[in-house]
């Protein structure tokens, strides 16, 4: 019994040191930045959504108004992100989780009425709906002058 103990405990340690490892290596990544002028796609991994044209499956996510765009940097630092990049049209903020600091991206496009939304973590495989119940609570924030 002591043996089996021991080694549900070595393996519960293996798993946490992996997962700060992870953490770690996330917050050396960058946002992805813009590809020809559009935000880039999503990966087939579900740990990012994307509104930009094309997105498909689980990854599409609609966009918002342009009337938010003003309001849209204030709303992602209240909300705990960091500013990192930025200007007229374009800006991307970084996200990270309290435990282990695993960093996700958010990116926002402004394109005529629509302002196309990124949100993607840097590593892993599942986010397990995070970055798209980020999404929906800046939208519902946004829609209510929160």
């Known amino acids: 019994m002591n043996t089996v103990i021991y080694i549900i405990l070595v393996i519960l340690a293996v798993v946490i040191i992996m997962f700060f490892l992870l953490g770690k290596l996330s917050q050396k990544g960058k946002a992805a930045g813009l590809k020809n002028g559009k935000l880039s796609p999503c990966s087939t991994k579900p740990n990012c959504v994307c509104s930009e044209e094309g997105t498909q499956g689980r990854a599409k996510i609609k966009p918002l108004s342009a009337s938010v765009w003003g309001a849209l940097k204030t709303e992602i630092i209240n909300q705990g992100g960091q500013i990192t990049n930025e200007n007229d049209e374009y ?5 990270c989780s309290n435990i282990f600091k695993f960093v996700d991206d958010f990116e926002a496009r ?3 009425d ?10 892993g495989y599942s986010d397990r709906g995070v970055n798209r119940k980020r999404i929906e609570a800046l939208r519902i924030s946004l829609q209510t002058g929160a």
């Not at 800006?91 to 996200?95: L, Q, T, V, Y």
């Not at 302002?115 to 840097?122: G, L, N, T, Y």
């Open 110 to 112: 402004l394109d005529g």
């Open 91 to 95: 800006f991307s903020a970084e996200f």
């Open 114 to 123: 629509v302002v196309h939304i990124r949100s993607s973590s840097r590593v």
